[in-house]
Each structure stands twice: as C-alpha cells, then as structure tokens.
C-alpha cells in the first residue's frame, strides 16, 4: 500500500468526492487536468523541494483522484487527525471538509487546490470543528500565533512591500505547520519538515523559498512554534525563545546597565592609541589629572541625543569634569576625549542585553535543563553565543558621540564641547574605533611639525623669557584647548627635533641653563637633539641661540679683516642663527713666499 493513501484506500477520495462536490462537466474535466498536471511539473522541476514520492507518477494519480483537495491535505486528515479519538477518521475528515469547503465557496477563493495552508483556521466554524479533538490549549495558539488579523502572521504581513506579503507566506506556512503538527504533538518524529512545508504551501508560480523565509522569522518570534533537527511544530507549551522573552523583561534597568557597563570595562582594556581609558565613571570629576591623552567612556545614564543637541547629560558629565578635578580646579583639559551613549540607539542595547542575560540564565538553569530536550540544550547554548554577540555590537553601537573641548569664542568661558559622530556599523573595542575617528577628524595629530610647533608658540611665548623647558612647553598642550590636540609626547617631542634640526632651524635645544654663567649646556643649532631628552631639557628662542653663538670663543688660528667669526657652540654645530650672525666678509687678505730660485 502506498504511504501517500490513507489507511482506508483510495475510497476515503471517492467518498469525500461524491458526498462534498457534483460530477466534472467537460470543462471541469478539462480544469482539472491542467490543474493537477501543474502541480505535478512543479514538484518534478524542483525535485530537492519536496517529498520524494512527489515526483513519481502515482503521485500525479492521486491529484486526479482527490481533486480538487490536495493529496496532502487528505493524508493528514486521515492518518493523523484521523488518530484522534474524537475525529472519528472518515467522518472526521468529511465533516470537517464540509466546513472548510463552504468557508471557501462563499469567500470566492480562487486557489487551484485546496492545500493545508488554504485552510482557512480563523474562520470560526473551522476553528470550531479544527480545536474540537485537541488540548483546549490549542485555542490560544491559534489565535495568537497561527490565523486571524491578531495573530504574529497578520502581524508580519502588515507591511504590503514585504515579499512574505504579497503570497500571505507567513499565514500559509502557520497553517500548513498546525495542519500537519497539531495531532502528533509529543509523538517521536512529529512535526513538518521543509520538504512537507513545501509540499502543504507551494502552488504553480509560487517563489517556493518564501514560505522556508516566513517560517524561520515566525520560529524567532513566535512562542509556541518549535523547531528541532529541521521539523516544525505547535505546542501548547512555550518555547525558549518565550522564556527568554519572560526573563528578560524581568531584569531592572541597573541590573542591565551594571553588564554593559561590565562589556565597557572589557572593551577598555584595548587601550589602543590612548594612554588611558576610563570606563563608565559615575563621577567623571573624581578622576586624576591625565596629561597624556585619555579617553573618557561616559556611564550607560549618560546619554547624548545627537549632533544638534548642546545640551545633554552626556555635556552636563564632560563639562563638570573638564571644569574641575575633585575640589580642584581641573589642569589638563586638553588631553580628554570623551564619548558618550546616543539616546536613541542605547534603549537597543539594553534590550539586547537582556536577552543576552536571559539566555545565560536559561542556559544554567539545572532545574530548566531536567525537562529540556538535548536539542534545546544545544539551542540554548547556541542563543547564549549569538545573543552575547549582538549585544557587543549594540554596546558599541551605542556609544556613538565623541565631546571633546575647544576654544570659546565667548569671553571668560574657557572651552566649548565640540561633537564627532560615530558611523560606521562594524566596530571594534571602544577606544580603538573612537581613537580612528578623532584622527581621520584631525581632532587629534600624530605629527605636529616645525612649521605648526611654532605658530601654535608664536603667541604665547612670554617676550622676557628667552627659552622654555620643554616640560612646561608639553604641559601647555595638555593644558590648554586652543593648541593642538597630541596623541602623546612622542609627537611634540619629534616636532622639537625637527624644528632644532632642519636646515632653517626655529629654534635652538639646550640640556640646561648654567644660572651663574649665564650660558646654555649642551646647545644645538641646525643639528638634531639627542634622541632621548634631558629632564631639564629646554626649547632656547632663536635669538638667545644666535647671542650665545655668536659670543663663543674664536677658535685659535681663524680670524678675518672685519671680525668675521666661526665659532662652534658647546655641542652645537658651526652655523649660527642667520638673523643674529654678523654680516659676511666679501674681501680677504693674505701673503705667502714664493720660492724664485
């Protein structure tokens, strides 16, 4: 006997077909023939697609002989729903066929076979006849999840653009997956495989994927759909996607901040190009004096709510702890970067990390775990994983704005937050992704240069003082907002090099200041500085480097008409400032003895 007949043979068709529908005219004949031979081309075309047996020439028979009921469709009734004791088999499927059927004839339904996804399950005389063998349970699963304008399937075919939309795909599937699940519920083996939910959903035309697609959105949203080793099925129980969805709505909002502020701290530690990282102060203000560039990771309550805004509690953070360091006053203003949470984006992040915490939860539930399935197990395990990584990503997504302070253009206010945003989606830890932005942004440079060293000194070298220490020089860039933002010391310290060392050198370099004799040590002039700096290294002006050269002792033997002099500095090279050399001699005397003999 073929699998595909019911267990009453090929009569249960014939029985069903005279007591439900007249005798074909010719052109019923006719309708009939190119029905069942369609269907029949789609299932040999895509063979992959559906049940084996599809494809064979008996199959095509039995979409004659139960025309215009699919094969399918009567399979089901008869062997499964037919098990109910309370279907009553023949009957059964002959009673219930008749409610469906006129259902059907008064919407003007103009689908080419009746397949189990055309059942029409909402409809109440169908409902009614449909939950009459099952759990009464069943009742709220249909409702919510399976057919009707309230159900999860409407609900994602609202949006008409959708290609789940336009075939009813997600509607087709619910049905199809009760139709075939429904009786068998705790069965071994029960549930709708791919191959059958194609077989219950496509008709001639059909995208055959979609109906696959609608399924495994309706799986992640739906509450009592199951899946397990590619089958499908309804049950009155709730799912773990379910629980989870429980669980995670039971978290308070602290307890949930507590773990992204935990996922922060973890990113902190890939410093990257930051000196240092601070994750997540409550009070940013308590923090100590940084004069190397520090990254301020401002808390989960602090938020931003975008570029236009001046005014958040993300600025009210970054402005206090600008302004002072505990009960002082802050020194080193310039080396803070801060970034903050957008308003928008943060409410995903937390949500995402509830259902991060709720599967961990689920996850070490021994007591859950005694009543789980090994495929639940391994599904728990797998949603702990992919859940704690999107919650990463939306972590990082978050904190989007980066505050940072400028020069103000009001008089006595001593900086402006300036605001930098954040757009690329995949991103790595925190400091990394923030520190490539301020330097594609120029906010923050690598390389300052001769020429930017001295415009950016230029007007706040005090005139009475002929050098700086180089220690003072760097704690003005840490300090004030108005110079260039440093990555660290490195780059001021290379720039210095490079305007003592360059062909028109800006300044001299000295080791120290002799305060008894007045004189530098170690000064240079047009040559480079000593890789590593004195402590009491100092940044000597152009014009106190070109006095002390000019009034170094004239080596022995050299001398000229007008006082030219060649002199050499204490460690420094033999050119002098050329704005504060004496002028060049142009006429040179001399004598030598001429042998005549």
Same mark, same amino acid.
């Given at each position: 006997?073929?699998p595909w007949?019911p267990?009453?043979g ?16 010719a052109?019923g ?14 299932y ?12 064979e ?16 469709l ?16 023949t ?5 219930? *066929? ?6 059907l ?24 006849s ?8 069943f009742?709220? %699963? ?17 949006n008409?653009t959708r290609?789940?939309?336009q075939?009813?795909?997600?509607t087709?599937?619910?049905r ?7 009786p068998?519920?705790?069965?071994? &083996? ?18 055959i ?5 609608a ?5 992640e ?5 199951y ?9 009155t129980?709730?799912?773990? &996607? ?7 709505g ?11 502020v935990?996922?922060?701290?973890a ?9 240092? %990282?601070y994750?997540?102060l ?9 004069s ?5 990771v401002?808390p ?11 005014k958040s ?22 080396t803070l970067?801060f ?5 928008s984006t ?22 859950l ?6 495929g ?10 992919? &859940? ?34 954040i ?11 923030v ?20 415009l ?9 003082r ?23 010391? %490195? ?15 800006q300044?001299g370099? @000295? ?9 530098y ?6 040559k480079?500085?000593? &890789? ?7 940044l ?9 050269i ?9 001398g000229?008409?007008?006082g030219?002099v060649q ?9 002098a ?5 004496p @002028? ?11 042998? *005549?003999?």
């Amino acid at each position: 006997q073929s699998p595909w007949l019911p267990a009453s043979g090929d009569e249960t068709y014939e029985i069903i077909r005279r007591r439900l529908f007249q005798p074909l005219d010719a052109d019923g004949e006719k309708a009939r023939e190119e029905t069942v031979k369609a269907f029949h081309e789609l299932y040999k075309k895509n063979p992959a697609e559906f049940p084996p047996e599809a494809k064979e020439a008996r199959y095509l028979e039995l979409l004659r002989l139960s025309y215009p009921i699919h094969p399918e469709l009567f399979d089901r009734l008869s062997k499964d729903w037919g098990s109910l004791p309370n279907f009553q088999r023949t009957r059964g499927v002959l009673r219930f *066929m008749a409610n469906v059927i006129g259902v059907l004839w008064h919407a003007q339904t103009r689908a080419p076979l009746i397949t189990p996804a055309r059942i029409p399950v909402a409809h109440e005389r169908v409902r009614a006849s449909i939950l009459y063998p099952l759990d009464p349970a069943f009742a709220s %699963v249909v409702d919510r999840e399976v057919d009707g304008d309230g159900a999860l399937p409407s609900r994602m075919e609202a949006n008409p653009t959708r290609r789940i939309s336009q075939l009813r795909a997600a509607t087709r599937a619910a049905r199809a997956v009760f139709i075939c699940s429904a009786p068998l519920v705790g069965q071994q &083996n029960a549930g709708l495989t791919g191959q059958g939910l194609r077989l219950a959903c496509a008709e001639p035309g059909d995208q055959i994927a979609i109906f696959g697609e609608a399924l495994r959105e309706l799986t992640e949203k739906a509450t009592y759909l199951y899946e397990e080793g590619g089958r499908y099925w309804f049950s009155t129980q709730p799912t773990l &996607n379910r629980l989870a969805d429980d669980r995670a709505g039971g978290f308070p909002a602290h307890e949930v901040d507590a773990e992204i502020v935990k996922v922060l701290t973890a990113d902190a530690a890939h410093k990257g190009s930051f000196y240092r %990282v601070y994750p997540a102060l409550d009070d940013a203000f308590s923090m100590d004096e940084a004069s190397t560039l520090s990254l301020v990771v401002l808390p989960p309550a602090m938020t931003h709510a975008g570029k236009g805004a001046t005014k958040s509690a993300a600025t009210d953070a970054a402005t206090d702890a600008l302004t002072r360091c505990r009960a002082s006053q802050r020194r080193f203003r310039n080396t803070l970067i801060f970034v903050a949470p957008d308003e928008s984006t943060f409410g995903n992040a937390r949500d995402v990390t509830r259902k991060r915490m709720a599967w961990e939860a689920i996850a070490s539930d021994l007591r859950l775990k005694e009543s789980m399935t090994t495929g639940q197990i391994k599904d728990a395990a797998e949603k702990v994983q992919s &859940n704690k990584e999107s919650a990463l990503k939306a972590i990082r997504a978050a904190w989007s704005h980066i505050l940072y302070p400028i020069k103000s253009d009001t008089a006595g206010k001593p900086f402006e937050l300036e605001h930098s945003f954040i757009s690329s989606k995949d991103r790595g830890a925190l400091p990394g992704v923030v520190y490539d932005k301020i330097k594609a942004d120029g906010i923050v440079l690598e390389k300052l240069g001769p020429e930017r060293l001295g415009l950016a000194l230029s007007p706040i070298w005090p005139a009475d003082r002929p050098h700086l220490p180089v220690a003072e020089i760097a704690d003005w860039f840490a300090s004030y907002v108005y110079l260039p933002k440093l990555r660290d010391r %490195v780059v001021l310290d290379t720039s210095i090099r490079d305007a003592v060392g360059g062909t028109d050198p800006q300044f001299g370099y @000295a080791e120290a200041f002799d305060e008894q004799t007045g004189k530098y040590q170690g000064l240079v002039w047009s040559k480079s500085p000593p &890789n590593l700096f004195s402590p009491n290294a100092l940044l000597v002006s152009a014009e106190a480097t070109a006095k002390q050269i000019s009034e170094a002792p004239k080596p022995a033997g050299t001398g000229s008409s007008d006082g030219a002099v060649q002199a050499k500095a204490q460690g420094g090279s033999s050119s002098a400032p050329q704005s504060a050399w004496p @002028a060049k001699a142009r006429r040179f005397y001399g004598s030598v003895e001429i042998d *005549m003999s």
